[in-house]
C-alpha cells in the first residue's frame, strides 16, 4: 500500500500561480494522478503521470496548457503547477495511486487505489 499526502494548497487571485505537492510512502506504482472536487460537483480528474519514464503526461481539457505535473523520484514525490488559475479552478485537490493490475493509463478514477486526504485550492480575488 503506498501512502499519499498532498500539500501545497491555499489562497490565490485569478491569473495566479500554485504549486501542489504529493509525497509518497514508496515508489511501489504505476501511476499518479491529481484529481479535485468542487462542493455540490463531482469529481473530476485533473492530470496524470506513469511511473516509468517512458510514459508522458495526461491532463483534462480544462488544465492543457496550464497546469504541468511533474516527478521527483528522489523526494517520492509528484507535483503539479498551477499557471493562470481561474475561480472554477477553486476545489480540493487530491493525488492517488494506481497500484493493481491490469491498468489502464488515464484519470479513471476507478483505476486508483490509494488516496490522499486532499488539500484546498481557493481562486477569489
Known amino acids: 500500500q503506498v501512502q499519499l499526502v498532498e500539500s501545497g494548497g491555499g489562497l490565490v487571485q485569478p491569473g495566479g500561480t500554485l504549486k501542489l505537492s504529493c509525497a509518497a510512502s514508496t515508489l511501489d506504482y504505476n501511476a499518479i494522478g491529481w484529481f479535485r472536487q468542487a462542493p455540490g460537483k463531482e469529481r473530476e480528474g485533473v492530470a496524470c503521470?506513469?511511473?516509468?519514464?517512458?510514459?508522458?503526461?495526461y491532463y483534462a481539457d480544462s488544465v492543457k496548457g496550464r497546469f504541468i505535473i511533474s516527478r521527483d523520484h528522489t523526494k517520492n514525490t509528484v507535483y503539479l503547477q498551477m499557471h493562470s488559475l481561474k475561480p472554477e479552478d477553486t476545489a480540493t485537490y487530491y493525488c492517488?495511486?494506481?497500484?493493481?493490475?491490469?491498468?489502464?493509463?488515464?484519470?479513471?478514477?476507478?483505476?486508483?487505489?490509494?488516496w490522499g486526504q486532499g488539500t484546498q485550492v481557493t481562486v477569489s480575488s
Open positions: 492517488a495511486a494506481v497500484i493493481k493490475t491490469p491498468w489502464r493509463f488515464g484519470l479513471e478514477s476507478d483505476q486508483y487505489d490509494s
Open positions: 503521470i506513469a511511473r516509468i519514464d517512458e510514459d508522458s503526461p
